[in-house]
């Protein structure tokens, strides 16, 4: 089958992407005594992580699911069957996911998920943050999007939206928190800097 190859990779990349994700929030744990808000202290952070937690790990499962041709039936099927679709799913995928890495890099210490009111960090607003005010999740939002296109199923697709849309409700979460931490100055870097797609210069 002609999905098959792309969503092994695309689950290989995703295994790594998570598998990352979770040595990072270890390593912040040995650091700064914290997990990095890996299980948000605030009530609503805690409820959307609890809602999220299961679709990151279909995200994950469905790629090699799609992989072994073993699963059927109407959620499993692909809605199309190109080739060439299957395969430049997979290299964006890849693309984002070393766009990504490079992000986690710059990010350093300040690497954190979700909202969390002890933190300390400092605000970022150079490198990527120079383009978009949410480059780690503009790029999840990539690579899900890949994911689709690299498996194709309905399943996968309703596991985007759901995705996708706790990304969405999440960045504004974020935002409305900084602009009440930090006030003017990061009300001006919105005005200046589109949330996931870059704006225009004038």
Not at 3 to 23: K, N, Q, T
Not at 129 to 140: D, E, F
Request: charged letters at 20%; one cysteine or more; glycine letters at 8%.
């Amino acid at each position: 089958m002609v999905h098959r190859l792309p969503s092994l990779i695309v689950g290989v990349i995703l295994a790594a992407y998570w598998a990352r994700v979770m040595w990072m929030a270890r390593r912040s744990r040995k650091l700064s005594g914290h997990s990095a808000n890996f299980i948000p202290r605030e009530r609503l952070g805690r409820r959307l992580r609890m809602a999220w937690i299961p679709v990151v790990g279909l995200w994950v499962a469905l790629p090699w699911m799609n992989a072994t041709g073993r699963f059927h039936g109407f959620w499993m099927r692909p809605v199309f069957s190109w080739a060439i679709a299957a395969w430049f799913g997979a290299i964006l995928a890849a693309a984002a996911f070393g766009v990504t890495w490079i992000c986690w890099k710059k990010m350093g210490r300040n690497w954190r998920m979700g909202i969390d009111p002890a933190e300390r960090g400092e605000l970022l607003v150079s490198g990527p943050w120079g383009w978009v005010r949410h480059p780690i999740y503009a790029l999840s939002s990539v690579l899900m999007l890949a994911t689709v296109i690299a498996v194709p199923t309905a399943l996968m697709a309703m596991v985007a939206v759901i995705h996708l849309a706790l990304l969405q409700w999440e960045a504004r979460r974020e935002e409305k928190y900084l602009a009440a931490r930090h006030g003017e100055s990061y009300v001006a870097y919105c005005g200046r800097v589109g949330r996931f797609i870059p704006r225009l210069k004038e």
